[in-house]
Antibody
Framework: QLQLQESGPGLLKPSETLSLTCTVSGGSISSASHYWGWIRQPPGKGLEWIGAIYYNGNTFYNPSLKSRVTMSIDTSKSQFSLRLSSLTAADTAVYYC?????????????WGQGTLVTVSS | QSALTQPRSVSGSPGQSVTISCTGTSSDVGGYNYVSWYQQHPGKAPKVMIYDVTKRPSGVPDRFSGSKSDNTASLTISGLQAEDEADYYCSSYAGGQSYVVFGGGTKLTVL
């Protein structure tokens, strides 16, 4: 059974950089059949797609966040990561990592439990 | 990049059917057959209920169905059950800049 687990700091200050890691177990992160992505959800609000990365490092980012987002993947550790710079209070959200089928752009079939990131001075 | 438009809330009684709409543009919903629907219960991660407009993952009851007409996708839940009460989100591929856009979410209340 595939499992994804987010890890990273829960509290950051404005202007700092968020670094989150998603550890994948029970399946191969090097699968050509899947992309690995990040989605966030501000408290009480809707979902926002942040971006996705392929096992070979190919990335796609949300145009509205592109200037602040960097994603990377370490297949040897079965991990992929998100960096989001220049944080503001608007970045406060639950951050989910998820697996997406290569054949279907919006089909995220497996999700982590999510991790709350709060940006506050 | 605007979110897809969903009604804020819908409701129905057990056994009834409800339909949730998701309106986009020809650059997203209308242009590609990559619309998915997610169910989210409070405090939980979303769960995919429909993908590629009409396909249902294994384990999802056939009470859930999807469709699309022009720039609007729809999720229909028939034979409503209490456990269907949740938030529902649509999502779509938005070509051009190759990204995914979500709807604002719809709260389904089972009366």
């Amino acid at each position: 059974q595939l499992q994804l687990q987010e890890s990273g700091p829960g509290l950051l200050k404005p202007s700092e950089t968020l670094s989150l890691t998603c550890t994948v177990s029970g399946g191969s992160i090097s699968s050509a059949s899947h992309y690995w992505g990040w989605i966030r959800q501000p408290p009480g609000k809707g979902l926002e797609w942040i971006g996705a990365i392929y096992y070979n490092g190919n990335t796609f980012y949300n145009p509205s966040l592109k200037s602040r987002v960097t994603m990377s993947i370490d297949t040897s550790k079965s991990q992929f990561s998100l960096r989001l710079s220049s944080l503001t209070a608007a970045d406060t959200a639950v951050y989910y990592c998820a697996r997406r089928l290569s054949s279907s752009w919006s089909h995220f079939d497996s999700w982590g439990q999510g991790t709350l990131v709060t940006v506050s001075s | 990049q605007s979110a897809l438009t969903q009604p804020r809330s819908v409701s129905g009684s057990p056994g009834q059917s409800v339909t949730i709409s998701c309106t986009g543009t020809s650059s997203d919903v209308g242009g590609y057959n990559y619309v998915s629907w997610y169910q989210q219960h409070p405090g939980k991660a979303p769960k995919v209920m429909i993908y590629d407009v009409t396909k249902r993952p294994s384990g999802v009851p056939d009470r859930f169905s999807g469709s699309k007409s022009d720039n609007t996708a729809s999720l229909t839940i028939s034979g409503l059950q209490a456990e269907d009460e949740a938030d529902y989100y649509c999502s779509s591929y938005a070509g051009g800049q190759s990204y995914v856009v979500f709807g604002g979410g719809t709260k389904l209340t089972v009366l």
